[in-house]
T-cell receptor, first 115, second 110 residues
């Protein structure tokens, strides 16, 4: 499978614990996006990278959230001191940005449940 | 600020009937508009984008800057069209984030 992959697919944690999700984009895609999706809502932008540089971060992303893409390939999203409100589907997408084409390819998502 | 509004959470149509999924947007510059689709148990995928002016699976969408709309249309619905449809917007040139609407579930009744 050469599509975007995410790990784990499901995560159940207790409030206050830290969690880390991984996203592997399509090979050679230079852009990588993180979204959060809750029930009945569309994907909500969190942050995105172009290569290893984090270019934009949503104001919704509190200090408890951090994302990295250290070598411009895979990315991790960490949530510290999880809260019940963090329960959601976390989606990753990648694209090969060329100035006029920014089609995003989505992964299957990681479903987080905070008890 | 950029915003995408999809007023219908659910749209039910009979097979063979025309479909129109509404999308209105708010953006101060020149937007790029997209429709994404998510079939049952599948990941989100791009259906079409306004700059391509193409028809995918019989669907078309025209950007109306005067009405700030990008409605998705298909003349004859098929059962396999049943899915969640999301309208999305980004700034021209792709430098800005992509904002999604809340989605419309299309249900095609046999």
């Amino acid at each position: 499978d050469t599509g975007v992959s995410q790990d784990p697919r499901h995560k159940i944690t207790k409030r206050g614990q830290n969690v880390t999700f991984r996203c592997d984009p399509i090979s050679e895609h230079n852009r990588l996006y993180w979204y959060r999706q809750t029930l009945g809502q569309g994907p909500e932008f969190l942050t995105y990278f172009q290569n290893e540089a984090q270019l934009e971060k949503s104001r919704l992303l509190s200090d408890r959230f951090s994302a990295e893409r250290p070598k411009g390939s895979f990315s991790t999203l960490e949530i510290q001191r999880t809260e019940q409100g963090d329960s959601a589907m976390y989606l990753c997408a990648s694209s090969l940005y060329s100035g006029h084409n920014n089609e995003q390819f989505f992964g299957p998502g990681t479903r987080l449940t905070v008890l | 600020a950029q915003r995408v509004t999809q007023p219908e959470k659910l749209l039910s149509v009979f097979k063979g009937a025309p479909v129109e999924l509404k999308c209105n947007y708010s953006y101060s510059g020149s937007p790029e508009l997209f429709w994404y689709v998510q079939y049952s148990r599948q990941r989100l995928q791009l259906l079409l984008r306004h700059i391509s002016r193409e028809s995918i699976k019989g669907f078309t969408a025209d950007l109306n800057k005067g009405e700030t709309s990008f409605h998705l249309k298909k003349p004859f619905a098929q059962e396999e069209d049943s899915a969640m449809y999301y309208c999305a917007l980004s700034g021209a040139g792709g430098y800005q984030k992509v904002t999604f609407g809340t989605g419309t579930k299309l249900q095609v009744i046999p």
